[in-house]
Structure formats: C-alpha cells, structure tokens
C-alpha cells in the first residue's frame, strides 16, 4: 500500500489561531448587528407614530376640540427592545414634529397621538419603567415618573400623582350653557364647559348676572386634560434648564395641587417661591 508523502494538514496550532480570528470577528459583529436591528425597530415605532400623527391631525383639521389618538385609534405598541431611543436622529426628529413630548419609549411601552386643540402631543406609556409620568404623571405616570413613568420630561408623578390628577379633573363643576350661567367663578375652581376641562385663573371671583356676561374662555381659563403633565419637588433643580413648563401643567407638594397660569420659559421655580405664574387648584 503507498504512503502519501509531502501531504501535510492543518496542526492544531493553525486551527486554534483560525477559530480564535472567528471568534473575534463573531463578537465584533453581534453586537453592531444588534444595535442594527435595535434601530430598525425604533424605525419602525417611529413610522407607526408619524402614521397617527397624520390620522390625527386629518381629524382636527375641521375641530378645535382635542382628539385623543389612544381612544380613537389605539396605543401603538412599540417594537423597540430597549428603553429610552438608540437612535439621536430620530428621536431629534420627533421632537421636532411634537410641540410636546411626554415620557420617553421603553420596552414594551406604548405610544400614542393627542391634539390639545393648539399642539400636537406626544405620549409614552408602559414599558420596564417608564410610564407616562403624566400620565402617570399622567399616569402616575402611570408615570411612575411618569411614574416613573413619567420621566423627567413630563413630571414625575406617581401613583398619588395621578391620583390626585383624577381627583382635580372629577372635582369640576359642569357648565353646560355660558350665555345662560348665573353664579360665581372662583379663582382655582375646575369648570368643565363643553367637552374640556379648565381652570379660572383671574385672582378675583367673577360674578355672572344679568348685567355681566360670561369671561371670555381663552383669557380668563387655563385648559387642563389627563395629559397634563405633573411636576414635583423632586423635579425641581435650581440653575438647571429643564424641557419648557407649558400652561396648563401641575405642580404637586404633599398637601396641594398647582396650574402653571402661564408658560414663561424653561428656567422654572415651585409655586411657594412664584405665586405669578402658579394658581392653587381648589377641589
């Protein structure tokens, strides 16, 4: 029988070196794939939202009322595996559209479209630990800051948060006809008038009578919703630039409920040290 002579194979060193070079090339790429694909699915969520965001604003094009994209159309369940965004651009993106976002994604959250009659909003909700914090906040931030759900864009409320929230928007006292209401508003005192909610910010009772008409809504109301964002002293960092505090948000110490009367600016203080620009909510 002949012998094969001058046919040498690969020695175990050559085959070490080879997987060794593999192995390196395997952990190189799996982690960029997955970053990859984490992005895809941030596409993904974001075409799903900009979709709404069109339903939405189609519906408020003969209205001033607020549409809520979660009640007519229901919350988009997001893709992403990760919280808060991989990817700057969109969310830079989004934030541009929005004249508002609350919350932050997370995984296994949702997300959902509103138009407050003047700016469309963005909503997060759910996931590991976000949830809509006003929602939360909102939501109690659902908002766990959110609350945390909330994340620190949309206030921090927690469960008590939202609670409390609930407890403002239930305390409103219906007014179903303002050119045939007769009675006093008070400074603070939540009105319900046609289908939205809002607060008297004038600092003196007004009388409605015969002789006196009803305020006008804009001027003499600050328009408040569930999706009103909630702040906390926990939010509060002196020197800090925090996201724009809008007309219409809250503030809440241990015993009381505030209404931002006014949106000045993002350099922001508590309502114990700026009695202008916050109103004591009286429920």
């Given at each position: 029988m002949r012998k094969l002579k001058g046919k040498k194979g690969f020695t175990l060193g050559e085959l070490l070196i080879v997987v060794g070079i593999i192995s390196v090339l395997v952990a190189i790429s799996i982690p960029i794939f997955a970053s990859q694909l984490e992005k895809a699915r941030e596409a993904t969520d974001a075409a799903n939202i900009r979709s709404?965001?069109?339903?939405?604003?189609?519906?408020?094009?003969?209205?001033?009322?607020?549409?809520?994209?979660?009640?007519?159309?229901?919350?988009i369940s997001l893709?992403?595996?990760?919280?808060?965004?991989?990817?700057?651009?969109?969310?830079?993106?989004?934030?541009?559209?929005?004249?508002?976002?609350?919350?932050?994604?997370?995984?296994?959250?949702?997300?959902?479209?509103?138009?407050?009659?003047?700016?469309?909003?963005?909503?997060?909700?759910?996931?590991?630990?976000?949830?809509?914090?006003?929602?939360?906040?909102?939501?109690?931030?659902?908002?766990?800051?959110?609350?945390?759900?909330?994340?620190s864009t949309g206030g921090t409320g927690d469960s008590a948060?939202?609670?409390?929230?609930?407890?403002?928007?239930?305390?409103?006292?219906?007014?179903?006809?303002?050119?045939?209401?007769?009675?006093?508003?008070?400074?603070?005192?939540?009105?319900?008038?046609?289908?939205?909610?809002y607060v008297f910010r004038w600092d003196n009772s007004f009388t409605v009578d015969?002789?006196?008409?009803?305020?006008?809504?804009?001027?003499?109301?600050?328009?408040?919703?569930?999706?009103?964002?909630?702040?906390?002293?926990?939010?509060?960092?002196?020197n800090v630039e925090l996201k724009m505090v809008h007309e219409g948000d809250f503030y809440q110490s241990d015993t009381k409920m505030y209404v931002r009367k006014y949106s000045e600016s993002t350099w922001w203080i508590p309502p114990e040290k700026d009695t202008n620009c916050w109103l004591e909510i009286r429920y």
């Open positions: 709404q965001y069109a339903q939405v604003m189609t519906d408020a094009i003969d209205t001033t009322a607020t549409i809520n994209g979660k009640e007519r159309y229901g919350a893709k992403q595996k990760k919280d808060g965004w991989q990817n700057a651009g969109l969310q830079a993106n989004l934030n541009s559209t929005f004249g508002r976002v609350v919350g932050s994604p997370a995984a296994n959250g949702s997300a959902w479209v509103e138009f407050d009659g003047n700016v469309a909003i963005l909503h997060f909700e759910g996931g590991s630990g976000s949830s809509s914090g006003e929602s939360g906040t909102n939501t109690g931030e659902s908002n766990g800051n959110s609350g945390n759900s909330g994340g948060g939202s609670n409390r929230l609930s407890d403002v928007l239930n305390s409103a006292e219906k007014i179903t006809d303002t050119s045939s209401y007769r009675g006093t508003l008070l400074p603070g005192k939540v009105y319900q008038i046609g289908d939205s909610t015969g002789y006196t008409r009803f305020p006008d809504i804009g001027n003499a109301f600050v328009k408040i919703s569930a999706s009103s964002a909630v702040y906390t002293e926990d939010d509060y960092k002196p």
